[in-house]
């Protein structure tokens, strides 16, 4: 397992190289000057130049991008343009926050999702069943955005319950939790529900029920515990999507986290956060996709006993 792990961390290394070039080929493909966002309009023509040259802006883009990333293997991951702090330091300040959102959002989506999914599988070909799969479509279907809106204008606008954007205390929190949750939890009940109806057909269900084995036992014992693999991998793999691609409700919601930062610092052309925050989020949804395949080893001894013997 600990061999796995290390060559899971080994192979991060020309992701992130590869990720932080075609982050910082597409900034510079942009249109725009970071010095004309930085100066003010009555800046000079001496002025302009002089900043683009201490900011190396007029040197070849590999040079550019080689002497970046020997900052990062250095530990410095660069300045932002615009607010001059250090780009290490403001995502690890926004992290939290991301952290927060994305998971009560989680634990939204699973204590939705995984008793639905249950509940139309076990009803299978029923108006239940029918009735699950529509509210399931219905969230896939349905735009983030949107449902922020909405959310927003019924419970903001309209009940004075929540507030409709910022931070501060947990009430802040419901409103872009419950966004990305809903959304979340209409992926999760489908995975849910395909994953009970493969595992109940199952010869070992049938001998459990033969033996007088309780419903709820057969269901949650057995039956959950053996379709828990994909029901881990949407989980997994929708953390890390929340985690890092969660721009919309945070942008709705004006909650400081990642993705508003990293919206914000492209809109200013700010290549360094843009690049230093992607290249981190990539980093950390590697780990949460690491985090998930370790999840695998406990949730079935037969994959320990695979990664022991890749090991």
Not at 16 to 25: D, G, M, N, R, V
Not at 128 to 135: E, I, N, P, R, S
Not at 171 to 181: E, I, R, S
Request: glycine share 8%; aromatic share 8%; proline share 4%.
């Amino acid at each position: 397992m600990i061999r796995y792990i290390l060559k899971r961390l080994l192979l991060m290394i020309p992701t992130i190289l590869l990720t932080s070039l075609l982050i910082f080929w597409a900034m510079d493909l942009t249109g725009g000057d970071p010095v004309q966002t930085i100066l003010p309009e009555n800046a000079t023509v001496e002025q302009q130049e002089a900043l683009r040259e201490s900011m190396g802006l007029n040197r070849p883009f590999f040079i550019r991008y080689f002497d970046y990333m020997l900052g990062i293997v250095t530990g410095d991951m660069g300045t932002s343009y615009v607010t001059k702090l250090d780009v290490f330091d403001t995502f690890m300040h926004r992290l939290p926050m991301t952290l927060a959102l994305g998971g009560t959002a989680l634990l939204i989506s699973v204590i939705i999702s995984i008793p639905l999914g249950i509940w139309t599988a076990l009803n299978q070909n029923t108006w239940k069943d029918t009735l699950g799969m529509v509210l399931a479509l219905f969230g896939v279907s349905m735009p983030n955005f949107w449902l922020g809106l909405m959310l927003m204008l019924l419970f903001s606008l309209q009940l004075h319950w929540l507030p409709s954007g910022g931070s501060g205390g947990i009430q802040y929190l419901v409103l872009p939790a419950m966004t990305v949750g809903l959304g979340l939890a209409a992926l999760i009940t489908r995975t849910t529900r395909s994953a009970m109806l493969d595992v109940i057909r199952q010869d070992y269900i049938t001998t459990a029920k033969a033996k007088g084995a309780s419903h709820h036992r057969v269901i949650y014992t057995h039956a959950l515990r053996n379709a828990m693999i994909p029901i881990v991998t949407a989980v997994g793999m929708q953390f890390s999507l929340v985690m890092t691609g969660s721009a919309l409700a945070e942008t709705v919601f004006s909650w400081p986290g990642i993705g508003l930062l990293i919206v914000n610092s492209i809109s200013k052309r700010d290549t360094p956060m843009v690049t230093g925050s992607i290249i981190l989020c990539c980093i950390l949804m590697a780990l949460i996709n690491l985090l998930t395949d370790i999840i695998y080893a406990y949730c079935d001894p037969r994959i320990k006993a695979q990664y022991s013997s890749k090991g």
